[in-house]
């Protein structure tokens, strides 16, 4: 596994410096509702380069970038622009603004229905997909004559329709299209296959990192709050349970870490069972990113379940997160099924 350089590093630390500079989270913290976005900062981060690193294949800068999104909970498209740049690139078209995909299904795995195209329009329904509501652009898997093709379909020629979401900080959407224009991406067959292939892996190792910035916040959070919180007369703190709890959450955090660089890694290198390895990853840390979440919300004590206080989206994040991309269930299985053929 190859570790973070120095350079990867001040990258990311240079998006957390922004981040904490600008605050993401203060639209949403004094109105509940749905996320006001922030088309200023996003727009500044990815003039200072925030998505260049996916689109060169840096996955391990991409992932400490997610890292340093995850910890702020930015309520920005990081994920889904990565993925859907990553679905042009290689099915060999080129996009104009901000791009989502439309590859999930209602479920939350990658089996989402391909829409059928017939005469150079585009039928069907797209049941989850993410930050649809500030996209123009949904890269889509199409039925069309000329077989299974990616086409890219603007979200003003189809009917957007937000679903209800734990999570205010990142929407999600039904997007149906009838009779909508849609362009073809050149990729085929096998090739195309390939594309699909990668960016779902480049979404869950970019998942897995957003998710260990999210887990991380948690973790501090609740340590540094358990030595300031005083019960008959002593920091909670110095009582033997809260210790052993927050040293399960640092266990689980690092476990994430730990699995979030060796897949990004195998994507760089091509190392290892890819596959095995990202469902080996979202298993694990779906499951622990819940934990945190639990253990962070329940040493917060009633401050926890306060809309002032910022651990309710953490926590809310972190319950749709580990639903997202498939169950931790779902992934076991792909376990099983890759260690039994």
Same mark, same amino acid.
């Given at each position: 596994?190859?570790?973070?350089s120095?350079?990867?590093?001040?990258?990311?630390?240079?998006?957390?410096?922004?981040?904490?500079?600008?605050?993401? !989270?203060?639209?949403?913290?004094?109105?509940?509702?749905?996320?006001? @976005?922030?088309?200023?900062?996003?727009?500044?981060?990815?003039?200072?380069?925030?998505?260049?690193?996916?689109?060169?294949?840096?996955v391990?800068?991409?992932? !400490?970038?997610?890292?340093a999104?995850?910890?702020?909970?930015?309520?920005?498209?990081?994920?889904?622009?990565?993925?859907?740049?990553?679905?042009?690139?290689?099915?060999?078209?080129?996009?104009?603004?901000?791009?989502?995909?439309?590859?999930?299904?209602?479920?939350?795995?990658?089996?989402?229905?391909?829409l059928?195209?017939r005469?150079?329009?585009?039928?069907?329904?797209?049941? @989850?997909?993410?930050?649809?509501d500030?996209?123009?652009? #949904?890269?889509?898997?199409?039925?069309?004559?000329?077989?299974?093709?990616?086409?890219?379909?603007?979200?003003?020629?189809?009917?957007?329709?937000?679903?209800?979401?734990?999570?205010?900080?990142?929407?999600?959407?039904?997007?149906?299209?009838?009779?909508?224009?849609?362009?073809?991406?050149?990729?085929?067959?096998?090739?195309?296959?390939?594309?699909?292939?990668?960016?779902?892996?480049?979404? !869950?190792?970019?998942?897995?990192?957003? !998710?260990?910035?999210?887990?991380?916040?948690?973790?501090?959070?609740?340590?540094?709050?358990?030595?300031q919180?005083?019960?008959?007369?002593?920091?909670?703190?110095?009582?033997?349970?809260?210790?052993?709890?927050?040293?399960?959450?640092?266990?689980?955090?690092?476990?994430?870490?730990?699995?979030?660089l060796?897949?990004?890694?195998?994507?760089?290198?091509?190392?290892?069972?890819?596959?095995?390895?990202?469902?080996?990853?979202?298993?694990?840390?779906?499951?622990? #990113?819940?934990?945190?979440?639990?253990g962070?919300?329940?040493?917060?004590?009633?401050?926890? @379940?306060?809309?002032?206080?910022?651990?309710?989206?953490?926590f809310?994040?972190?319950?749709?997160?580990?639903?997202?991309?498939?169950?931790?269930?779902?992934?076991?299985a792909?376990?099983?099924?890759?260690?039994? #053929?």
């Amino acid at each position: 596994m190859k570790l973070a350089s120095t350079e990867q590093a001040d990258f990311a630390e240079s998006v957390g410096a922004l981040l904490r500079k600008r605050d993401p !989270l203060e639209r949403m913290r004094h109105a509940p509702g749905p996320r006001r @976005f922030d088309a200023g900062l996003w727009s500044e981060l990815t003039d200072n380069g925030l998505l260049e690193p996916a689109e060169a294949g840096d996955v391990v800068t991409a992932c !400490l970038v997610a890292e340093a999104l995850g910890r702020a909970a930015a309520p920005l498209p990081f994920l889904s622009a990565s993925v859907a740049g990553a679905l042009v690139a290689a099915g060999g078209g080129e996009v104009a603004g901000l791009a989502t995909y439309g590859l999930l299904a209602d479920d939350g795995t990658w089996t989402a229905p391909a829409l059928e195209m017939r005469d150079g329009l585009v039928h069907g329904t797209l049941p @989850f997909v993410p930050d649809a509501d500030i996209a123009d652009v #949904v890269v889509a898997a199409v039925r069309a004559p000329e077989g299974r093709r990616l086409a890219l379909v603007r979200t003003g020629d189809t009917a957007v329709e937000p679903l209800e979401n734990l999570d205010a900080t990142q929407p999600l959407a039904r997007v149906v299209c009838g009779a909508s224009p849609a362009t073809l991406l050149p990729a085929g067959g096998d090739a195309l296959t390939a594309a699909i292939g990668e960016a779902r892996l480049l979404a !869950l190792a970019l998942h897995s990192a957003t !998710l260990l910035g999210l887990a991380s916040w948690l973790l501090d959070t609740t340590v540094e709050y358990a030595g300031q919180r005083v019960q008959f007369g002593m920091p909670i703190a110095a009582r033997q349970a809260v210790k052993h709890r927050c040293a399960s959450m640092l266990v689980q955090v690092e476990s994430i870490r730990s699995m979030v660089l060796e897949l990004a890694d195998g994507i760089e290198t091509g190392a290892g069972d890819r596959a095995l390895v990202a469902a080996t990853t979202m298993a694990w840390t779906a499951e622990a #990113v819940e934990e945190v979440a639990g253990g962070a919300l329940q040493l917060h004590g009633g401050i926890g @379940f306060t809309w002032e206080h910022d651990l309710h989206h953490y926590f809310k994040r972190c319950t749709v997160g580990a639903l997202l991309l498939g169950t931790a269930g779902h992934h076991r299985a792909k376990i099983a099924a890759t260690l039994t #053929v």
